[in-house]
Nanobody, 116 residues
Framework: QVQVVESGGGLVHPGGSLRLSCAAS????????MGWYRQAAPGNQREMVA????????NYRNSVKGRFTISRDDSRAATYLQMNALKPEDTAVYFC?????????WGQGTQVTVSS
């Protein structure tokens, strides 16, 4: 089993930057895909923002391409999301996702608010 904890959310002005971090613990030896999803409001669908495979292949939501960058550090069982040029529509709770041994593992989420 893998435990997942996110950090780094907060309030930022439009055009600003934030860096989210995610640390996994437990059975980290079998981690495969890692990624970030977001949910704009309770009841809304959780949408994929960015994912990264064990081999470093990335995939991004169209609306964040060129602004967000996902990375991972397997020595730390961690993944990061650098978010630049943030827009009000990026406001959401961001969840870290870790796939391991066929299981989906989620963090509790961190709030990102983009507002002037």
């Amino acid at each position: 089993q893998v435990q997942v904890v996110e950090s780094g959310g907060g309030l930022v002005h439009p055009g600003g930057s934030l860096r989210l971090s995610c640390a996994a613990s437990g059975s980290t030896y079998s981690i495969d895909v890692m990624g970030w999803y977001r949910q704009a409001a309770p009841g809304n669908q959780r949408e994929m923002v960015a994912i990264i495979s064990k081999g470093g292949i990335t995939n991004y939501r169209n609306s964040v391409k060129g602004r967000f960058t996902i990375s991972r550090d397997d020595s730390r069982a961690a993944t990061y999301l650098q978010m630049n040029a943030l827009k009000p529509e990026d406001t959401a709770v961001y969840f870290c996702y870790v796939a391991s041994a066929g299981y989906d593992n989620w963090g509790q989420g961190t709030q990102v608010t983009v507002s002037s």
